[in-house]
């Protein structure tokens, strides 16, 4: 070591270098002032993380700098129901969605639980729309004018598939924490599965006739595929996402939904 990166009053001024060819007693005693102040600090940190409400945060940045603290959060993860008790059910700030390990964050499973609870009303057609970039959802400049002309039809339901939180009802779409979390797409094909999974279940509870799937880029894909392990075939009908204009996307809904009213 050329440097000692920490700023503490014991390290203050001198090298490793310098402090290595020290004798041992004032060497020991130089390490372990260090020692006793970087576990002052990190405590600090940690206090002050959980009267912000980013505890977890804090966890996370930790468990990428060692394997074994991986491994410990890992452990803490299996204990989320404990975890969800004492978690605020509304925060003054945002969360962080960075992967698969924030899937096991509070906030993320109290969402997947209290939809699992719900018993969502029968709807005749299901609009299947990814969620991206722009929250809320609905605000999205692809599908805001989708989301617009269909909103308030008894009939249709509109569902947004989600990285952090898989199926996103419109209704639950500006609600905490779905609006405010910042989400990394991290282009992890187990943890598309996973949320697909999710949003097959919660489509299959609504009893649709009709599915229409704006399919975007892998994650779209996964939907797909998992609706049809639980849906039959001819209720699904997907679009790729990329290439979809609103106005003809909005033509064939109308068309479709015509179409069931007739056959009524
Ligand atoms: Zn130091």
Redesign the pocket.
């Known amino acids: 070591m050329e440097e000692?990166p920490?700023?503490?009053q014991?390290?203050a001024g001198q090298t490793p270098r310098e402090v290595a060819s020290l004798g041992s007693p004032e060497r020991e005693r130089i390490l372990s002032r260090?020692n006793l102040?970087?576990c002052f600090s990190e405590l600090k940190r940690i206090r002050e993380a959980i009267r912000k409400g980013r505890l977890w945060d804090l966890l996370e940045h930790r468990a990428y700098t060692h394997p074994a603290l991986k491994r410990c959060l890992n452990r803490i993860a299996d204990h989320s129901k404990e975890l969800e008790r004492y978690t605020p059910v509304i925060k003054p700030h945002g969360i962080f969605y960075f992967g698969n390990l924030s899937a096991k964050r509070p906030e993320i499973q109290r969402y997947k639980w209290r939809l699992a609870g719900v018993r969502p009303a029968r709807k005749t057609v299901v609009l299947l729309l990814p969620g991206r970039w722009r929250r809320p959802y609905r605000e999205d400049p692809r599908y805001r004018s989708i989301v617009s002309r269909f909103q308030d039809e008894k009939r249709v339901q509109i569902i947004f598939y989600s990285i952090p939180f898989g199926p996103v009802p419109l209704e639950l779409d500006e609600t905490y924490p779905v609006a405010q979390t910042e989400s990394l797409d991290s282009k992890d094909p187990t943890e598309y599965r996973a949320k697909a999974e999710l949003v097959a279940e919660f489509i299959r509870r609504l009893e649709p006739r009709l599915i229409l799937l704006s399919k975007e880029g892998d994650y779209g894909g996964a939907v797909g595929k998992e609706i049809l392990k639980l849906i039959p075939k001819p209720k699904l009908l997907s679009t790729p996402g990329e290439r979809l204009k609103p106005d003809s996307f909005i033509r064939l809904v109308e068309k479709r939904i015509e179409r069931l009213r007739i056959a009524d």
């Open positions: 000692f920490c700023l503490c014991a390290c260090h102040q970087a």
